[in-house]
């Protein structure tokens, strides 16, 4: 546990040390898709209130929080495999995948705190300074992994991104109907009740008359 702390706070910091450490470690893939793991369902926790309010069982709870980590890591796989296609016309040689797949993936460190949206009001602000915390350590291990400076990590990191969203727009029924699985897996039900659900302020308002 000590190795993932020390990575983890690596990333936080936006050392590029923890990131040339995880490219050269050993388990560093699978220390990766760990911290991914982990980074998913703490996020998936902070999202909770929805599985609260669809009064999901205790063992649908937990498969919840499970696959939010594997779909955290599928999310990742899809922006780091563009990233690597595009980077690569930009900085030669390129780097083997898996060396790709570990140092980005570490970049989603900052997401083990994605817990801390669950909080009202603050919770969403939240969300989106760790997501820029994520690509501020992507730029890092980019720059670390491609052998570039961080203006040109910068860049490959936004051509990725680019690259994601186009992916997501060829394949997006796949994506949505991967969506609706995860759904049904973690709940059993097909479709979610959210807190802004009409019929749930209505409730709300009875129960206060």
């Keep these: 546990m000590d190795t993932y702390w020390s990575l983890i706070t690596g990333a936080l910091g936006l050392n590029p040390d923890a990131f040339r450490a995880i490219e ?5 893939l699978r220390q990766a898709l760990i911290i991914l793991l982990i980074a998913g369902a703490s996020e998936t926790l902070g999202q909770s209130v929805v599985l609260v309010l669809n009064r999901v069982s205790r063992g649908r709870f937990f498969l919840a929080l499970l696959l ?21 016309a930009l900085a ?16 989603y460190a900052p997401l083990v705190f994605g817990v801390f949206v669950f909080f009202p009001y603050i919770g969403p602000p939240i969300g989106r300074l760790l997501r820029l915390w994520v ?3 992507a730029v890092v291990g980019i720059s670390v992994v491609f052998g570039v400076a961080p203006w040109l990590a910068a860049l490959i990191a936004a051509l990725g991104f680019l690259g994601r969203w186009i992916l997501l727009r060829i394949f997006g029924g796949v ?19 959210r807190s802004s659900d009409p019929l749930l302020s209505l409730g709300s308002q009875d129960r206060a008359g």
């Design 24 to 28: 050269q470690a050993d388990h560093g």
């Design 68 to 88: 939010g980590g594997v779909e955290l890591i599928a999310e990742a796989l899809i922006w780091i495999l563009s990233v690597w296609l595009l980077g690569g």
């Design 92 to 107: 030669r040689p390129r780097p083997p995948f898996f060396s790709a797949v570990r140092v980005i993936g570490l970049a």
């Design 135 to 137: 690509l501020l350590a």
């Design 175 to 193: 994506g949505d109907a991967a969506g609706r699985w995860f759904w049904r897996a973690s709940t059993g039900q097909d479709a979610p009740l």
